[in-house]
């Protein structure tokens, strides 16, 4: 079990470029997530998706947009990257919501929007 | 809306001594998660609390949980160097998504 990946590990970009960033989980879990770590703000949920073909907006979903095509991947797309958006990006996934099902997370990509 | 407040943000204390870091919620939710980040990596869970009055404990490091306060503590017994890191709990918004709600957290340094 690979459990969750993420690619790229680490991104440049310039101000209006886009991209997409990957999440892969080996698991069958039926959720995922994407956050962004900033300094001193802990992780902040961008968007989340209950099950394949769902989304759903978290805290800070401004300038991003997701897609669960297929149960084990959720992309996160920046269509116009902003400075602002400079952050390390963590995807994670659980089983599901009952009983013992904590949130593993991917090893995250570092991104510098210039 | 949940809101989640870790105390205190930064935290030096010397090996040997014993030292907790408080966690506090704004809304109701049973299911609370500390977490351990070290420098450039990604966050590996420490203890997964489900209940009123659970405790967990692991080596140095001993969590709990009081839903009725909406308070969480992770106790750190006679510190080692290698605790150093940034411990972050996490609530579980309980409104369909599960979503998990993250303090700022609390970088600690364990002086020799």
């Known amino acids: 079990n690979a459990g969750v990946t993420q690619t790229p590990k680490f991104r440049v970009l310039k101000t209006g470029q886009s991209m997409t960033l990957l999440c892969a989980q080996d698991?069958?879990?039926?959720?995922m997530y994407w956050y962004r770590q900033d300094p001193g703000m802990g992780l902040r949920l961008i968007h989340y998706?209950?099950?394949?073909?769902?989304?759903a907006k978290g805290e800070v979903p401004d300038g991003y947009n997701v897609s669960r095509l297929k149960k084990q991947n959720f992309l996160l797309g920046l269509e116009s990257a902003a400075p602002s958006q400079t952050s390390v990006y963590f995807c994670?996934?659980?089983?599901?919501?009952?009983?013992?099902?904590?949130?593993?997370f991917g090893p995250g990509t570092r991104l510098t929007v210039l | 809306e949940l809101k989640v407040e870790q105390n205190p943000l930064f935290l030096s204390m010397q090996e040997g001594k014993n030292y907790t870091i408080y966690c506090n919620y704004s809304?109701?939710?049973?299911?609370l998660y500390w977490y351990r980040q070290d420098p450039g990596k990604s966050l590996e869970s420490l203890f997964v609390?489900?209940?009123?009055?659970a405790v967990k404990q692991e080596g140095r490091l001993m969590a709990s949980l009081d839903t009725k306060a909406r308070l969480s503590t992770l106790h750190i017994t006679a510190a080692v160097h290698d605790l150093s890191a940034t411990y972050f709990c996490?609530?579980?918004?309980?409104?369909?998504?599960?979503?998990?709600?993250f303090g700022k957290g609390t970088k600690l340094t364990v002086n020799p």
């Open positions: 994670a996934s659980r089983p599901g919501t009952s009983g013992y099902n904590e949130q593993f």
């Open positions: 698991m069958n879990h039926e959720y």
């Open positions: 998706s209950v099950g394949e073909g769902t989304t």
């Open positions: 809304t109701t939710s049973d299911r």
């Open positions: 609390l489900l209940s009123n009055g």
């Open positions: 996490a609530v579980e918004d309980q409104g369909g998504s599960e979503k998990l709600v």
